[in-house]
C-alpha cells in the first residue's frame, strides 16, 4: 500500500469517542502497514486538539495519553521541512485557497511528496482534488 499524507483530524477520528468510522477505521489499518507523513505542525495541532477535548470534558487526562500513546506506536514521519516551505509554497497554496496556512500545509506536503491526502476537512479536500492530489 502507499503510504499517504494524513492530516490530524483524520488521526484525531481514530482516538477520539464517537468519531471513528469504518472508513477511518480502513485508514487506520492502512497507515499501521504502510506508514504515513504529516508536516511538522501535526503534533502540535493533535496534542492541542486533545487537550481541548479533556478541557471541554469530552476525554480524561487517561484518555488524552492514550490516544497520544496510540498515535505515537504509528508509522507517522513528521517532515522536517513543513517550516522552509511556509512563507513560500504553503503560503502560496493558503491564499490561492482560501486555506489557513496551517491546512495548506498538509496539501503543500501531499503536493511535494507526490502522495494522496487523508483528511476529513471538505475546504483542504476541496483545495486538494483543484491541485490534482489524490484523497483517501
Known sequence: MTPCVLDSSTALAWVLPSESSSESDALLDRVADAGAAV??????????????AERRGRITVAERQEALSTLADLPIQ??????????TQTLTLAATHTLTVYDASYLELAIRLNLPLASLDQALRRAAGSCGVGLI
Do not use: I, R
Open 39 to 52: 508536516p511538522g505542525l501535526w503534533a502540535l495541532e493533535t496534542a492541542n486538539t486533545l487537550l481541548m
Open 78 to 87: 513528521v517532515d522536517p521541512h513543513t517550516a522552509g516551505q511556509a512563507w
